[in-house]
Structure formats: structure tokens, C-alpha cells
């Protein structure tokens, strides 16, 4: 059953109000109740090949401060102004803290009135494993015998629930520092219906499918194990200086990305290797023009695709969970 503010509220704002209604505050478990990772991961298409272009998005704003980072993530679609705030704050876990939290807001784009607040550790949470699973749908091999998960955290949760609305996967290998923390990972994995074991990183090497959701800041695995015939998804950085592949991995793949602008300020993987001679800028592919089929995906080789997660995205979740909510209220 859906909690209160949602029954008892007006989801469609009225222009002509001289009050506005107060804004619509959503929880996590409400945003996840609403909307599940196969929708959101329909929306990002649907976004992409109705023509929205992530190239002309506002830049995200990363400042530092004492504990950590504060993220700016504004954007604008027809209907909609978004904006999240979120901070990552390293020490948090040994507070027994989140790592990451936030706020989304939701304004009408004709009147900049606030219409929603949503959970935005939990956009976050349903948005990268969305994007991702959006990225793979195009990008991956049509059978996933073995996906191999580095991490253990929510984002490696969401990214196999998310690989698991797009194809059919056999058996599930996490990799993780903390081996006690692995151990329970996968005996999760394996309650919720997919078989899955604590392996190493050598494991990539029968891979069809791999994730990296890692804090990692040096790569995590060999890149010349990786098979041709496989999808690699990044995400766990969006730092210069931060990477989860190595410069041989990108060297022999095919290499997607939101945003060609973006991923050269903000993606290290990328970065590094343009730096180290391996790619040059113009080999990255958008994702736009994968979802859009004006480029083609080269199933002779990896496919990476590095996210480092960007407003437009955040906007497209929020928005589907607001018309689903909508659409329960009507």
C-alpha cells in the first residue's frame, strides 16, 4: 500500500493557483514502488530516441567541502525543471551513515513552481542501474551465461536486478575487497533467485556481462582477459583522477558514453587513457547515437559503456515516477 502523501495529494499543479499546493514529498520505498528498474530503464530509451540530446545538458557542479563532496545536478525538459542535491561523504560508512545522500526537487517548467521532493540518494539508486541496463540492452551479448559484479553496495544490488530485466543471466561472480561482506552479498543474490559465488577478478575472463559499481580509484582487473564477445558497464567514478578499466581494456573496445564533452572532463577511465595514446577523442560513441541507430554497436569486440551519471538522467526517473503517480492518483 502506498503511503499517505501520495493518496492525499494533487499531482497535476495548477498555473492559475495564486497559493500553490504544497509539494508532493515521495520517499525511497515509494519511488521504488512506483516505478521499477524495467520501467526506468524504457524511459531513458524512450527519452534518448525521442531526441533528447545529453550534449546539451547544464553542466554538474562538484564542490568540495570539509567531509566530502556537494553535488549541483540541474536540467530542463518541456514539462519539467529538475535539480538534485546530493553529497558523498567518504567517511560516512564508518559512521554507519549513508555515502551518498540528497534531495530532488521537481518544478513545473512554465511556473518554476515546486511540485515534488523526492528521496534523491534514491533517484540516485534507481537512475545509474537504469541508465546502465538502457546502455547494455543495446551493447550486450543477446545471452548472458556469467556476469561478473565488482562491489557490493546498493549500486551493485541495482545493477544486477537491472541486467536481470533485460536478459536472462545463468550465474552471478562478486568481487569485492571485504570477503565477509562478498559472502553476503551473494548469498543475497542467490535468496532473491540467481545463483552466485565470490570469485576474483581473473573471472572476467568467461564474462559476457560486467559491472563495476566500485569506490575503486585504479583499475580492477586485467583488460586483455575480457572476451570480444562482451558488455563492460562502468560506474563507479565520475573523478578525472579515478578509474575502474585499464587503458588495454579501452584500447581493443568499442566505447559508449552519455556525453563525449562530459565523459573527457569527468570520466578517468577515459581520460587516462586518451592521455596514455590508446583512444583518441573522437572514438567515443554516444549513447544517443546507439539508441537512435546511427551508429552501430561493433559486436567484434568489447563495449564499454562508461556513465558518470548526468542531469538529464536524474530528470527522466523522477519524471516517470511522478506520472506514475499520477496515473494511480487518477
Known amino acids: 500500500m502506498l503511503a499517505g502523501s501520495l493518496r492525499g495529494m494533487t499531482f497535476a499543479p495548477d498555473p492559475r493557483s495564486v497559493v500553490p499546493s ?18 526506468a530503464m524504457r524511459a531513458v530509451q524512450d527519452a534518448l530516441t525521442a531526441g533528447l ?3 546539451q545538458d547544464f553542466d554538474r557542479q562538484v564542490l568540495a567541502v570539509a567531509s566530502g563532496q556537494l553535488l549541483l545536478m540541474p536540467t530542463e525538459s518541456t514539462d519539467f525543471v529538475g535539480i538534485k542535491v546530493a553529497s558523498v561523504a567518504p567517511g560516512n560508512p564508518a559512521l554507519r551513515r549513508e555515502r551518498i545522500q540528497g534531495v530532488y526537487l521537481l518544478l513545473d517548467a512554465a511556473t518554476l513552481t515546486t511540485i515534488a521532493l523526492f528521496d534523491g540518494a534514491a533517484i540516485t539508486t ?7 541496463a538502457a546502455a547494455a540492452d543495446y ?13 557490493s553496495g546498493p549500486q551493485a544490488w541495482g545493477h544486477i536486478e537491472a541486467m536481470r530485466a533485460i536478459r536472462s543471466i545463468d550465474r552471478v561472480t562478486i568481487v ?12 543475497r543474490v542467490t535468496t532473491g533467485g540467481l545463483p552466485a559465488t565470490v570469485g576474483t577478478s581473473s573471472d572476467v575472463a568467461t564474462a559476457q556481462l560486467i559491472v563495476c559499481a566500485t569506490t575503486a580509484r585504479t583499475p580492477l582487473f586485467d583488460g586483455r582477459l575480457v572476451p570480444a564477445d562482451c558488455c563492460i558497464v562502468a560506474v563507479g567514478s565520475h573523478e578525472a583522477d579515478a578509474r575502474e578499466l585499464d587503458s588495454a581494456l579501452l584500447a581493443r573496445s568499442q566505447v559508449v558514453v552519455e556525453d563525449p564533452a562530459t565523459a573527457r572532463r569527468e570520466a578517468g577511465d577515459v581520460i587516462m587513457a586518451i592521455t596514455d595514446g590508446v583512444i583518441e577523442p573522437g572514438d567515443l560513441v554516444p549513447l544517443r547515437d546507439i539508441a537512435r541507430h546511427t551508429k552501430a554497436v561493433d559486436s567484434h ?13 536524474d530528470l527522466v526517473i523522477a519524471t516517470a515516477v511522478y506520472t506514475a503517480g499520477h496515473k494511480l492518483r487518477a
Open 53 to 55: 540530446d545529453p550534449a
Open 126 to 132: 534507481l537512475r545509474t542501474p537504469a541508465v546502465s
Open 301 to 313: 569486440r568489447p563495449r564499454i559503456f562508461k556513465s558518470t551519471g548526468m542531469s538529464w538522467e
Open 139 to 151: 551493447l550486450a551479448p543477446s545471452r548472458v551465461q556469467h556476469l561478473v559484479v565488482f562491489g
Open 176 to 187: 569485492a575487497r571485504d570477503q565477509a561482506r562478498a559472502e553476503q552479498f551473494a548469498a
Open 22 to 39: 504544497p509539494a508532493l514529498q515521495i520517499s525511497a520505498a515509494e519511488i521504488f514502488e512506483l516505478v521499477g528498474y524495467r520501467t
